[in-house]
């Protein structure tokens, strides 16, 4: 049932994502192949569809349109979108998204200004984060660079990983992912009720999309070294919370040493540190 959920919620937040693109592309009435280009390149390039394939990402455009197509109204296909789209971020994402879709050709006309600007009122972004969105996607960056995806969150879901590996949370693995939320520098900044988001977003993500496709994420988050070292470690001080590593968390270790492409030395080195 909490597989389902949260398929459920990926499904509904992905098509919301969709159709806010395809507004904006037939804002001004007609949609460019320029705007259709960008829209699928966005969609590429964002985590949140990692893993859709081809054709199920055709089956989604259509089923978004045909939705966009039967609503009442604007109000109505608005209200749509913060139902499914109920945390600030993932509203940033809608409207960096439509904004890159109205900026395709280079100019946006008035008819994807003025629904843009609609956008922004609906969705609740404020002129700094619209203006830190529009100043990315006009020099060609992505949408991570505006969004300030945290680090955190993924160094938290490594920790989510380990917990998870043997289907339930010890509470001494429980204890010492609190303890790094709380005395690691990595979290100075991350509030309690943020740490349980990051810990919530982290097992909704595995419960939909599974473990292969989560470390594809984390490799392609974590790309520095430096990064990787640190979330292993981290992975480390949940494992052995309770002791020895048990053997599904002694997998997960084994699995993310080869994501990250460390070496066996330097594994045993963290393993010593503790």
């Given at each position: 049932?909490?597989r389902?959920?949260?398929v459920?919620?990926r499904?509904?937040?992905?098509?919301?994502?969709v159709?806010?693109?395809?507004?904006?592309?037939?804002?001004?009435?007609r949609v460019s192949?320029?705007?259709?280009?960008t829209?699928?390149?966005?969609v590429?390039?964002?985590?949140?569809?990692?893993?859709?394939?081809?054709?199920?990402?055709?089956?989604?455009?259509?089923?978004?349109?045909?939705?966009?197509?039967?609503?009442?109204?604007l109000?109505d296909v608005l209200?749509?979108?913060?139902?499914?789209?109920?945390d600030?971020?993932?509203r940033?994402?809608?409207?960096?998204?439509?904004?890159?879709?109205?900026?395709?050709?280079?100019?946006a006309?008035?008819?994807?200004?003025?629904?843009l600007?609609?956008?922004?009122?609906a969705?609740?972004?404020?002129?700094?984060?619209?203006?830190?969105?529009?100043?990315?996607?006009?020099?060609?960056?992505?949408?991570?660079?505006?969004l300030?995806?945290?680090?955190?969150?993924l160094?938290?879901?490594?920790?989510?990983?380990?917990?998870?590996?043997?289907g339930?949370?010890?509470?001494?693995?429980?204890?010492?992912?609190?303890?790094?939320?709380?005395?690691d520098?990595?979290?100075?900044?991350?509030?309690?009720?943020?740490?349980?988001?990051?810990?919530?977003?982290?097992?909704?993500?595995?419960?939909?999309e599974?473990?292969p496709?989560?470390?594809?994420?984390?490799?392609?988050?974590l790309?520095?070294?430096?990064?990787?070292?640190?979330?292993?470690?981290?992975?480390?001080k949940?494992?052995?919370?309770?002791?020895?590593p048990?053997?599904?968390?002694?997998?997960?270790?084994?699995?993310?040493?080869?994501t990250?492409?460390?070496?066996?030395?330097?594994?045993?080195?963290?393993?010593r540190?503790?």
């Open positions: 049932m909490a389902e959920q949260a459920k919620a499904n509904d937040r992905n098509g919301a994502l159709e806010a693109m395809l507004l904006a592309a037939m804002a001004d009435g192949q320029r705007e259709m280009q829209l699928l390149s966005r590429l390039e964002r985590p949140e569809f990692e893993g859709t394939r081809p054709d199920e990402l055709n089956a989604l455009v259509e089923t978004s349109a045909a939705r966009l197509s039967e609503a009442k109204n109000d209200a749509s979108l913060r139902r499914r789209l109920p600030h971020k993932n940033m994402l809608a409207f960096g998204l439509a904004a890159a879709v109205a900026l395709a050709d280079q100019r006309t008035r008819d994807e200004l003025g629904l600007k609609t956008f922004q009122a969705l609740g972004i404020s002129e700094d984060e619209v203006a830190q969105i529009i100043d990315v996607i006009e020099n060609g960056g992505s949408l991570a660079e505006a300030g995806e945290p680090l955190e969150r160094f938290a879901e490594v920790m989510v990983l380990v917990s998870a590996a043997d339930k949370l010890q509470e001494a693995e429980a204890r010492a992912l609190v303890e790094s939320f709380a005395a520098p990595l979290f100075e900044n991350v509030s309690p009720e943020r740490a349980q988001s990051f810990v919530s977003e982290s097992v909704t993500a595995l419960a939909a599974g473990l496709q989560r470390l594809h994420v984390l490799a392609h988050g790309t520095t070294h430096a990064q990787r070292v640190k979330a292993f470690r981290l992975a480390i949940i494992a052995h919370a309770g002791g020895a048990s053997h599904p968390e002694q997998r997960i270790l084994d699995m993310l040493q080869a990250f492409g460390l070496a066996d030395d330097e594994v045993a080195r963290l393993g540190e503790g």
